[in-house]
């Protein structure tokens, strides 16, 4: 859980300027609560994958949503006084007091609890404690959520690592588990990831627990908390992406990481990766489906196709019955089933069968009409398989490109394209708004440029604007990124290209293999025709390299 008690600590700690005061009003947004103050934004999400409460420090977008618990909550505490913001120990509750006199005059006293606990967070309303509301209205066999009942507070037996350690020796001889599950199961703050940094420490092994081992863990938690005390969240980072958010260090992922004093800016930070990264995934996830199920249904008009094409690739045969009959129709008999005639340029026996109502002549006439029937068919089926394989093989390039999103300009430039397709419809009477072009990726090896598009509208414009003498490549016979190298005049040394080779694997459908064949040619050879959809081209006087996958995540570094 990257949004721990300790993580909400530090931000409780840093949140005391708010106290004193006044609520302005309150908005609501994707499983997202704003709090507004005259120049901040309590931002509170009860997203149930990533649930956290920061600061924002910026104005509201104008497409806030109406929520009945939200007008509940205005009609209640909108320019209310905050008395006081505080943290249950290092639980994952916070309580925010507000005072407000109603229109009377009379005085009242509310209590705001925000659970951050995945998907069971929530936010409740309590006055004289008694519920008055909250966001989730739930029954569970430990509390009821809904109006009118007697507020409980979710009661747990872990101790507060801070002030009452020493009681966490009366947990040792009952706890029967893991070393880990000891920590996060009996002490506040801690998650997972903070416990397996405590026995990391301690130098001892996630195996079952032992009153043995508790000396060294209370000793670690202690030296821990005096850590904690620096005012500084922890960010780390897998792949240049951010992983996980800490208030003290993590020495056991042996990760890269920075370290922010501004408390809000750090937790804004990370979640607004996370929350990106999970609407990527949504969105990607959508798309994928609308590719997939076009995919699916050509396939199966493909299938139905070359059944056809094998039902009417033996035409000729029809062609030569109506040969033999009409050269040998003076040896047939009327009323005949069939006959056997030679074959004057193989000297073969065919038998060939005739219809008794019809003359030889007539079943000659008979079998040049299936003939031609067939040869004309035969040859509309070819060319509807090769327009579809043409389709495949875009909407294939297409689903890797969906694959390859890496922001918000990605997903519009590709929502384009899945419109201009037909695959998508654009809403209609909603205002267009201009697209921001997302630019191709883009690294420097031995002093060249290397271009890698990102989707097939890239592609095209890497090909289009590249000069003749550039290098292009792409993995042969896959979906993949176009790549080119700038040559600038100058000629492209071998580890170079083998480099970009690298890149051309790494952003195709073979990043996951190895030995991936990758094809290299000059821009020159290059080409794009009218009937192509974009992002293919046909290519000639290419050169096959086979090399293994490389992506620039694993020859860059965000620091």
Not at 31 to 50: A, G, Q, R
Not at 390 to 407: A, G, M, R, V
Request: glycine content about 4%.
């Amino acid at each position: 859980m990257p949004y721990d008690g300790f993580v909400m600590n530090k931000f409780i700690n840093q949140a005391q300027f708010i106290v004193g005061s006044f609520l302005k009003n309150i908005y609501y947004k994707k499983n997202t609560m704003y709090f507004s103050f005259s120049n901040v934004d309590l931002k509170i999400s009860l997203n149930p994958n990533f649930s956290y409460m920061t600061f924002e420090r910026r104005m509201l977008s104008q497409d806030m949503k109406k929520h009945y618990f939200v007008d509940f909550l205005r009609s209640r505490i909108k320019n209310s006084k905050i008395l006081s913001f505080e943290q249950f120990g290092f639980e994952r509750t916070a309580k925010l007091v507000l005072e407000k006199n109603d229109e009377i005059g009379v005085t009242h006293k509310y209590e705001i609890y925000t659970d951050i606990m995945g998907k069971h967070s929530n936010i409740i309303i309590v006055e004289n404690n008694k519920i008055l509301d909250a966001y989730r209205r739930i029954t569970t066999r430990y509390r009821n959520i809904i109006p009118g009942e007697k507020f409980k507070l979710f009661e747990g037996s872990k101790i507060n690592p801070k002030t009452d350690l020493d009681k966490l020796f009366s947990f040792a001889k009952a706890f029967d588990g893991k070393k880990s599950e000891f920590i996060f199961k009996n002490i506040q703050g801690f998650s997972k990831i903070t416990a397996n940094e405590v026995l990391y420490r301690a130098n001892l092994e996630d195996k079952k627990f032992s009153c043995d081992d508790l000396e060294i863990i209370v000793k670690t938690v202690e030296e821990l908390m005096r850590e904690f005390e620096e005012n500084k969240l922890y960010i780390y980072f897998e792949n240049n992406q951010p992983f996980e958010i800490s208030a003290f260090k993590l020495n056991h992922l042996g990760m890269e990481y920075k370290n922010l004093d501004d408390i809000s800016k750090a937790i804004s930070f990370f979640f607004e990766w996370i929350e990106q990264k999970s609407y990527l995934f949504q969105v990607k996830k959508n798309l994928e489906n609308i590719v997939i199920k076009k995919i699916e249904k050509l396939e199966n008009i493909l299938t139905k196709i070359e059944k056809e094409i094998r039902k009417n690739s033996d035409y000729e045969k029809y062609k030569k019955w109506g040969e033999l009959l009409k050269a040998y129709f003076y040896r047939i008999n009327d009323f005949q089933k069939e006959v056997e005639l030679e074959d004057w340029n193989t000297g073969e026996k065919i038998n060939i069968p005739l219809e008794k109502d019809k003359n030889p002549i007539e079943n000659a006439n008979n079998y040049f009409r299936i003939y031609n029937r067939k040869k004309t068919k035969l040859k509309g089926l070819l060319e509807r398989k090769e327009y579809l394989e043409k389709e495949l093989d875009y909407l294939y390039q297409l689903w890797y490109s969906i694959n390859e999103i890496e922001n918000t300009k990605d997903v519009e430039e590709i929502k384009k394209e899945l419109i201009e397709y037909g695959l998508i419809k654009e809403k209609k009477g909603k205002r267009k708004k201009k697209i921001e072009k997302s630019l191709p990726r883009k690294t420097i090896y031995n002093g060249f440029t290397i271009y890698i598009g990102k989707n097939n509208r890239q592609n095209d414009e890497l090909v289009k604007k590249s000069s003749k003498e550039d290098i292009w490549l792409h993995s042969h016979g896959m979906p993949g990124a176009h790549v080119v190298i700038k040559s600038e005049g100058k000629d492209i040394d071998m580890e170079t290209l083998k480099f970009a080779a690298q890149l051309a694997a790494g952003y195709s459908k073979g990043k996951n293999s190895t030995n991936v064949p990758v094809d290299y040619t000059k821009i020159k050879h290059v080409r794009k025709t009218k009937d192509l959809k974009p992002g293919m081209v046909l290519y000639d006087n290419y050169k096959t390299i086979y090399v293994n996958p490389r992506r620039l995540e694993d020859v860059q570094s965000c620091f």
